[in-house]
C-alpha cells in the first residue's frame, strides 16, 4: 500500500466521465516504480465546472493534469500560457501548475511519432508520403505532428470532405484532400478514426496498393490487433497498433509533475493493455 506524505506531489486527469481512463493505472505504476511519493487521481469534472476545478487544483498545490474528453478545447481558456504543440493541435491534454501559472500542451502528436519510431526502428516522417483517415481532434494533433517531423505530402481522407479540407487550410503546408485511400505511394497510413474499435463498423480498406516498405498505424487500441492492422500484417506491412501512443503520450506530463523521466516498456504494456481483447 502506498503511503503518502505532506510533501506528496499530486496530479490526476480531468474527464466528464472519467472513469473508463488507463491513464491512473499506467501513471500509478511509474509512480511505484520509481518509489515517488504521489498520486494520480481520476478527476471527474462537469463541463461548467471545468474552469473553477482546474483553478482550484492549482490552488490546492497539485502540480498539474491530463485532460480529457469533453475538456480538451475548453482547457486553452484557463491556461496562462499554451505551447506551440496545443496551438497545433488545437487543443490542451496537458496543464502543469507552476508559479502561480498554467501552461498548457498537446501531447497526442509527440506520443503517436515515439510510439511510430520505437515500433519501426528507422523509420521517418520525410521518407515519404503519409496517409490520414479521419479530420477530427486526433487527427489533426498527427497531422500537426508529422508535417512539423517533415512529412512532404499529407493526404486527408474523410467521410466528410469539408471538414478535411478545413482542417487543410488550418494546418497549412504540403496537405491534399482525397475521397478514396490510399495512394499508391504512400508509405504510412495512419487510422485515426473510430472504425475498428470494438463495438464500432470495421474499416473495410483495400491495401493493396500501398508499397512493400509502407507503415500500417491505427490509433484504435481495443482491441490491440484491430481488422486494419491484421490485413497489414497479412500483406507483409510493418503494423503499430494504439496503445503505445497512449503510453507514450503520458511521458511529458508525468515528468513535468513528478522529476522523472518515465519509460515505456513490457511490463507497463503488459499492465495497463493486460485486460484489453487481443482482437
Given at each position: 500500500m502506498t503511503i503518502l506524505s505532506g510533501h506528496a506531489r499530486l496530479a490526476g486527469i480531468l474527464g466528464w466521465?472519467?472513469?473508463?481512463?488507463?491513464?491512473p493505472r499506467l501513471h500509478g505504476l511509474w509512480l511505484r516504480r520509481h518509489g515517488i511519493d504521489g498520486a494520480y487521481l481520476p478527476l471527474p469534472v462537469r463541463p461548467e465546472r471545468f474552469a473553477d476545478s482546474v483553478r482550484a487544483l492549482a490552488d490546492l498545490g497539485f502540480r498539474g493534469a491530463n485532460v480529457t474528453i469533453p475538456h480538451k478545447e475548453a482547457a486553452f481558456a484557463?491556461?496562462?500560457m499554451v505551447e506551440p504543440s496545443a496551438h497545433r493541435a488545437g487543443a490542451v491534454n496537458t496543464l502543469v501548475f507552476e508559479d502561480g501559472r498554467i501552461r498548457g500542451s498537446n501531447t497526442d502528436g509527440y506520443g503517436f511519432l515515439a510510439n511510430l519510431r520505437e515500433a519501426v526502428p528507422g523509420w521517418r516522417a520525410e521518407a515519404g508520403p503519409a496517409v490520414l483517415l479521419g479530420a477530427g481532434g486526433s487527427a489533426r494533433a498527427i497531422a500537426a505532428a508529422l508535417l512539423d517531423a517533415g512529412c512532404p505530402r499529407l493526404t486527408l481522407v474523410n467521410r466528410t470532405p469539408a471538414r478535411a479540407e478545413a482542417l487543410a487550410r488550418t494546418l497549412?503546408?504540403?496537405i491534399e484532400v482525397a475521397d478514396r485511400a490510399p495512394p499508391g505511394d504512400a508509405l504510412l497510413l495512419v487510422n485515426t478514426t473510430s472504425l475498428g474499435m470494438q463495438g464500432q463498423p470495421p474499416l473495410e480498406l483495400d491495401l493493396a496498393p500501398l508499397p512493400a516498405g509502407a507503415v500500417v498505424a491505427d490509433i484504435v487500441y481495443v482491441p490491440r490487433e484491430t481488422g486494419l492492422l491484421a490485413a497489414a500484417r497479412a500483406r507483409g506491412l510493418a503494423a503499430v497498433d494504439g496503445l503505445g501512443m497512449l503510453l507514450h503520450q503520458a511521458r511529458p506530463g508525468f515528468a513535468a509533475w513528478f522529476g522523472t523521466e518515465p519509460v515505456v516498456d513490457d511490463e507497463l504494456r503488459a499492465f495497463v493493455g493486460g485486460d484489453i481483447p487481443a482482437r
Open positions: 466521465p472519467v472513469a473508463h481512463s488507463r491513464s484557463v491556461c496562462d497549412g503546408g504540403p
